[in-house]
């Protein structure tokens, strides 16, 4: 199936960064996280799903997991940051996308629920927003660097490029990130049109090392362009990854 770009989905009438659902929160510093300054050299550390909410706030900043985190409690979680396209490209909007540092610190996220296939439950719908990227931690990676991160116990369903860590990456560096499920109960991650993987959804010159997926279903839409580690992978370096008892599905003519 030859997928069509990105761009070419978009809305013809196209959006304004003011229609954008704003996702920056005003919870940050010193004081909330659970240490740290937010510099490479020490970063915020997070400990609780308050926190990690938190890094909404400040998307520039580098941040490290101190202790698993369980999601199960949250309803619909809302991953950080958000791809917007810039000036009608496939270029990550910077002012939108996660660009600091996220260290996992070998630490698990479990429990991850997203639904952003409709529009009134999130910012995935092309019909609204002119937005795509649906990650289970993160929307979207430009210019930054996610590591050390498993995930599991993901079910995350959304438009285009959705994966259960990674939605989207431009110029985003990902490494030693799991997505792991278990044998009866596999991760679920869905995309409605197109580009759907375990780790990441899609990306554009990006590195992707070290990284695998396990016990995880993936189910692409008509689009196509889907894989049990990633969706669309383009002008990307994708190396030392493994993928294991994994399924990609088509569904809906896909």
């Given at each position: 199936i030859s997928a069509p770009g990105l761009a070419e989905t978009a809305p013809a009438d196209g959006f304004v960064k003011e229609d954008v659902v704003a996702v920056q929160g005003t919870l940050?510093?010193?004081?909330?996280?659970?240490?740290?300054?937010?510099?490479?050299?020490?970063?915020?550390?997070?400990?609780?799903?308050e926190q990690?909410?938190?890094?909404?706030?400040?998307?520039?900043?580098?941040?490290?997991?101190?202790?698993?985190?369980?999601?199960s409690a949250v309803e619909n979680w809302s991953?950080?940051?958000?791809?917007?396209?810039?000036?009608?490209?496939?270029?990550?909007?910077?002012?939108?996308?996660?660009?600091?540092e996220f260290d996992g610190d070998n630490h698990v996220i479990s429990g991850i629920s997203v639904d952003a296939s409709d529009p009134a439950n999130g910012l995935d719908s092309p019909e609204h927003y002119g937005i795509?990227?649906?990650?289970?931690?993160?929307?979207?990676?430009?210019?930054?660097?996610?590591k050390n991160l498993t995930v599991t116990g993901v079910d995350v369903k959304g438009f285009?490029?959705?994966?259960?860590?990674?939605?989207?990456?431009?110029?985003?560096?990902?490494l030693n990130v799991h997505c792991i499920g278990i044998a009866d109960a596999p991760n679920?991650?869905?995309?409605?049109?197109?580009?759907?993987?375990?780790?990441?959804?899609?990306?554009?010159?990006?590195?992707?090392?070290?990284?695998?997926?396990?016990?995880?279903?993936?189910?692409?839409?008509?689009?196509?362009n889907s894989g049990a580690m990633g969706g669309g992978l383009s002008h990307s370096d994708v190396m030392n990854c493994l993928v294991e008892s994994c399924t990609v599905t088509a569904a809906d003519g896909g």
């Open positions: 940050s510093g010193n004081d909330f996280f659970a240490g740290g300054d937010g510099t490479a050299e020490n970063p915020y550390q997070i400990a609780t799903v990690l909410s938190a890094v909404q706030s400040n998307l520039t900043a580098c941040y490290k997991l101190t202790a698993d985190i369980d999601l991953p950080i940051g958000v791809y917007v396209m810039k000036d009608g490209t496939e270029d990550a909007d910077r002012d939108y996308a996660f660009t600091g795509f990227g649906t990650g289970g931690v993160f929307n979207c990676v430009a210019d930054g660097t996610v285009a490029l959705v994966a259960g860590a990674v939605g989207y990456g431009d110029h985003a560096t990902i679920r991650i869905e995309a409605t049109a197109m580009m759907a993987g375990g780790v990441i959804g899609g990306c554009m010159e990006s590195t992707i090392d070290g990284c695998s997926a396990m016990y995880t279903d993936v189910i692409a839409g008509m689009g196509g």
